[in-house]
């Protein structure tokens, strides 16, 4: 059974800094595509960042320089680092897992919510 935790979220001041982990079970880092995605209230879900299982990352722009996509493969656990955070980070981040040959991913954790101050 597939499994995605996020953990890590919480409220920050503007400027700050966060680290969201999510841990998995179930699946293998080295062959998804694994990503974090956010929602904002009103809002699409939209792409942050992706890692594919070369070691090769997308960013979406509003968030280039800024945030960082990594894997364990030895805990199973995909990390988001955040710094500068804005007012307009706030949102719920999702972890998900694609496998290669799909279009979108097809796992999702529960989301964690991201608050973040100015």
């Known amino acids: 059974q597939v499994q995605l935790v996020e953990s890590g979220g919480g409220l920050v001041q503007a400027g700050g800094s966060l680290r969201l982990s999510c841990t998995t079970s179930g699946i293998s880092l080295s062959i998804n595509i694994m990503g974090w995605y956010r929602q904002a209230p009103g809002k699409q879900r939209e792409l942050v960042a992706r890692i594919h299982s070369i070691g090769s990352t997308n960013y979406a722009d509003s968030v280039k320089g800024r945030f960082t996509i990594s894997t364990d493969n030895a805990k199973n656990t995909v990390y988001l680092q955040m710094n500068s955070l804005k007012a307009e980070d706030t949102a719920v981040y999702y972890c998900?897992?694609?496998?290669?040959?799909?279009?979108?991913?097809?796992?999702w954790g529960q989301g964690t919510q991201v608050t973040v101050s100015s």
């Open positions: 998900s897992a694609q496998r290669p040959w799909k279009n979108y991913p097809d796992k």
